[in-house]
């Protein structure tokens, strides 16, 4: 390698979240501090995560979540880690986790800050014991309450048009971070050797045309027409001139976005007439995500609207997501709109309510 290129093409998450920040003149560093404690977070987590096998970190704990779901002992860990690590920075006011019924108050001999951050410590932990992919998620809105106290659900409860910055980390065959302070996408893969994020996906823009599309066909008997005519567009049933498009599931949604960011693809979680709101959660997993996907040249929607306009309800409000290149999700509105009228029209009722 020539000496003189390398120094260049190392570039640590620290060194390119502070050019970041020096493209944002009224950025005062809290931003820049705060990014560098979600990383170190995802790296006190991936090293959990590569050895739970061997910590009897694995499996369950007895504890159960707010959504019913068991508790596995790394979205324990996961949680408390990245909690930990922002308690006391002074750059946060309030945070608001999946593994929480109720916002997460900054300790009281601790100063509150100025941003709001909304996570998801471990998303798809039931794949752990099975050594599939998993991944934090995590979202940044400024506190909008005034005054300089605790943060409020006023705060988290924020549009994603309002994002200051998210991302994800994936931790399978090697650890990714992926974030945007709203100036594009970037990854960064963990050198464990080293112990350092280094930019190895710059600039990532979804690739267009997409190659996959994504949802769980277990629960075809519950698809809308809408979804069951948009899954046979996506094969090509009826359009002998189009390029199908492969499948690709894993149930753990980091992942299955992940890919879909990288090789394009469109991925659905839809709603049921059980349950018209589906199973993901608005505020820690679907709007980051559409903000990634958003700053990628992506799209995300609940069938209806543009996920990042939509006005959270509640902290765990969940809502139907699709997202990937914006042809394929615009043409599963425009399949919805004319074969889902009236589940549209229930939905909307459910999530509009006050
Ligand atoms: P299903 C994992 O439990 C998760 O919340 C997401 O990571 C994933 O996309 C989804 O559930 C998978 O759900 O119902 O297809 O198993």
Known sequence: MDPEAAPQRLQTIERHI?????????????????????????????????????????????GINVHGEIQQKLDVYADEVIF?????????????????DELRRI????????????????????????????????????????????GTEADVLQPG????????????????????????????????SVGEFLLSHPDIRIPSPGKYYSINHGYE????????TYVRWCQAQNEPDMQPLAQR???????????????????????????????????????????????????????????LDLQPKSLHQCVPFFVGNRDLVEQLEQTLAEHDRDALARYRTVRDAV
Request: hydrophobic residues 40%; aromatic residues 8%.
């Open 249 to 307: 599931y894993i149930g753990s949604l980091v992942a299955d976005f992940h890919r879909n960011l990288l090789r394009g693809g469109v991925f659905l979680y839809p709603g049921s007439a059980a349950n018209p709101t589906g199973k993901l959660r608005l505020t820690y997993e679907v709007q980051p995500l559409a903000y990634i996907a958003a700053q990628a040249g992506g799209y995300a929607s609940d069938g209806l609207t543009d996920i």
């Open 221 to 228: 008997r519950e698809w809308t027409p809408g979804i069951r």
């Open 161 to 192: 048009t309002a994002l200051v910055a998210a991302g994800y980390v994936v931790y399978g065959s090697s650890t990714m971070l992926v974030y945007s302070t709203g100036a594009g996408v970037h990854g960064f893969t963990l050198d464990t």
């Open 18 to 62: 502070l050019d970041q920040q020096e493209r944002f003149p009224e950025a005062t560093g809290r931003l820049t501090s705060l990014l560098y404690d979600i990383a170190l977070s995802a790296k006190l987590i991936a090293r959990e995560t590569t050895r739970a096998g061997l910590a009897n970190i694995l499996g369950a704990t007895t």
């Open 84 to 100: 930990r690590m922002n308690d006391h920075t002074r750059r946060v006011c309030v945070m608001a986790s999946e593994e929480h």
């Open 107 to 150: 300790p009281d001999h601790h100063q509150p800050g100025y941003y709001v951050l909304i996570y998801d410590p471990l998303d798809g932990s039931s794949n752990i014991d099975v050594n599939a992919s998993i991944g934090t998620i995590f979202a940044i809105h400024r506190k909008i309450t005034p005054g300089n106290g605790h």
